[in-house]
């Protein structure tokens, strides 16, 4: 549930060439925002291909605050086209163009065309971090299982 006045101002550049609408919720209760693609001619990409796709887009986010790049679900599913990385990170102190790292995993060729919405960007809240080095950890009831130790289904 949302609390009042919870909002984080993030300030958004639209670089040169971009006349593509600001990215915005779908809906109100939508996690994130859409990225579009800001190309000048359409991509092409085969099964199996990848490639950096720019959103014409540059981001101010506030200290404490990541955005993360994530996938388009139905896109995914549709198509087969999702995004390597995922999610990507944009730290607080970058201010170079977003770009989508897009590869297709389907079995036939995806056509990505100018303005097309290929991703969806979420702002999270990143707390500060301090790294304790100690001799040994507490213990826990996993201990060191790892891939598989907890069990399927």
Known sequence: MKRDGERVRVLLRRLEGNDLPVPAKATPGSSGVDLRACIGEPVELGPGERRLIPTGLSLALPP????????????ALE?????????????ADYRGEIGVIAVNLGAAPVTIRRGDRIAQMVVQHVPDLELIEVKELPASRRGEGGFGSSGIG
């Open 64 to 75: 404490g605050y990541e955005a993360q790049v994530r996938p388009r679900s139905g896109l």
């Open 79 to 91: 198509t087969g086209l999702t995004m390597l990385n995922t999610p990507g990170t944009i730290d």
